[in-house]
């Protein structure tokens, strides 16, 4: 019976035995007190305590942590805009006991010099600056943080300003503003465009006119070349050069007649066609010559005497 007696106190003991041991995770640091007083910080592994006098007060994450704070400011230019601002931070290992005892809510704290600080730049932006300078604005929020929460026993590892949000009217606005400056651009191209080819336009047609020119010339030099090769074959069987010249001329008027017989589809012309065409047609080029050079030998003496 004496036996049964003891059962109980032998499992209360290895209880209170059992509740000596506890274990820390990793990155994790215990905060032990003894009578409701601070006795020491424990880190990772297995710890003791001692049963019934001391106590697990709190565990605090020694990881980096993040805090997302949205807030909402007036820029310089009168437009409402939101921002979100990530804030990651974590506990110093060496001050666990500031960052247990000091602070309560350090989500609360930390959010209250966010608002702070974002109230106190943002206001003095543009809102087209707030997007170009959101780093500045970041750098701002962590260097005001560092300075508060260090005491406290938290690191400020980085800030930053992940999202910019202004008010649905003023995006679509920004939107406009944006597809009319592309639109203008577009045109100009356009414009431009249009320009380079009507001056490319330009450049060909003179360039063919050029070359038409370059043609015609050289077709007449042919011509007459070949007409001083026929002068020269007819002067030397007897022919004098203006019986040459007629025969030639009465030759291409005859060849010009059957060449327009020929065609189904070219237009009526009317040209001499008796035994004397050729002949006069020849009289009236020498005479057009002959009269040509009168007076251009007129004109040069005129000019002659006006300088002496």
């Given at each position: 019976m004496?036996?049964?007696?003891?059962i109980?106190?032998?499992?209360?003991?290895?209880?209170?035995?059992?509740s000596?041991?506890?274990?820390?995770?990793?990155?994790?640091?215990?905060?032990?007190?003894?009578f409701?007083?601070?006795q020491?910080?424990r880190?990772?592994?297995?710890?003791?305590?001692i049963?019934l006098?001391d106590?697990?007060?709190?565990?605090?994450?020694?990881?980096?942590?993040?805090?997302?704070?949205?807030?909402?400011?007036?820029?310089?230019?009168?437009?409402f805009?939101?921002?979100?601002?990530?804030?990651q931070?974590?506990?110093?290992?060496?001050k666990?006991?500031?960052?247990f005892?000091?602070?309560?809510?350090?989500h609360d704290?930390?959010?209250?010099?966010?608002?702070?600080?974002?109230?106190?730049?943002?206001?003095?932006?543009?809102l087209d600056?707030?997007?170009?300078?959101?780093?500045?604005?970041?750098?701002?929020?962590?260097?005001?943080?560092?300075d508060?929460?260090?005491?406290?026993?938290?690191?400020?590892?980085?800030?930053?300003?992940?999202?910019?949000?202004?008010?649905?009217?003023?995006?679509?606005?920004?939107?406009?503003i944006n597809?009319?400056?592309?639109?203008?651009?577009?045109?100009?191209?356009?414009?431009?465009?249009?320009?380079?080819?009507?001056?490319?336009?330009?450049?060909?047609?003179?360039?063919?006119?050029r070359l038409?020119?370059?043609?015609i010339?050289?077709?007449?030099?042919?011509?007459?070349?070949?007409?001083?090769?026929?002068?020269e074959?007819?002067?030397?069987?007897?022919?004098?050069?203006?019986?040459?010249s007629?025969l030639?001329?009465?030759?291409q008027?005859?060849?010009?007649?059957?060449?327009?017989?020929?065609?189904?589809?070219s237009?009526?012309?009317?040209?001499?066609?008796?035994p004397?065409?050729?002949?006069?047609?020849?009289?009236?080029?020498?005479?057009?010559?002959?009269?040509s050079?009168?007076?251009?030998?007129?004109?040069?003496?005129a000019?002659k005497?006006?300088?002496d």
């Amino acid at each position: 019976m004496e036996q049964f007696i003891y059962i109980p106190i032998i499992f209360f003991i290895l209880i209170i035995l059992i509740s000596a041991f506890f274990i820390v995770k990793q990155q994790t640091a215990a905060i032990i007190e003894r009578f409701g007083r601070y006795q020491s910080i424990r880190h990772s592994g297995l710890q003791m305590k001692i049963p019934l006098v001391d106590r697990i007060a709190g565990k605090l994450s020694l990881k980096i942590q993040q805090l997302d704070v949205i807030i909402e400011t007036k820029t310089l230019d009168d437009v409402f805009v939101r921002l979100k601002v990530s804030v990651q931070y974590k506990v110093i290992r060496d001050k666990v006991y500031d960052a247990f005892y000091k602070l309560d809510y350090p989500h609360d704290q930390i959010t209250s010099y966010v608002f702070d600080v974002v109230r106190a730049e943002v206001p003095k932006m543009k809102l087209d600056d707030v997007f170009v300078r959101k780093d500045d604005i970041a750098i701002a929020v962590k260097a005001e943080l560092n300075d508060a929460m260090m005491d406290y026993g938290y690191d400020i590892i980085k800030t930053l300003v992940t999202d910019i949000d202004p008010d649905a009217q003023v995006k679509e606005a920004m939107n406009r503003i944006n597809a009319s400056e592309r639109e203008k651009i577009a045109a100009q191209f356009e414009g431009d465009a249009a320009r380079i080819l009507i001056v490319e336009k330009a450049k060909a047609e003179a360039e063919s006119k050029r070359l038409q020119g370059q043609g015609i010339a050289d077709q007449r030099r042919e011509i007459a070349r070949g007409l001083e090769e026929s002068v020269e074959v007819l002067n030397k069987v007897g022919i004098n050069s203006q019986e040459a010249s007629a025969l030639i001329v009465v030759t291409q008027h005859y060849d010009t007649l059957q060449a327009i017989g020929g065609e189904t589809n070219s237009n009526l012309i009317l040209l001499p066609n008796s035994p004397q065409a050729g002949s006069n047609m020849l009289n009236d080029m020498v005479a057009s010559f002959t009269a040509s050079n009168q007076i251009g030998e007129a004109m040069k003496n005129a000019q002659k005497k006006t300088d002496d």
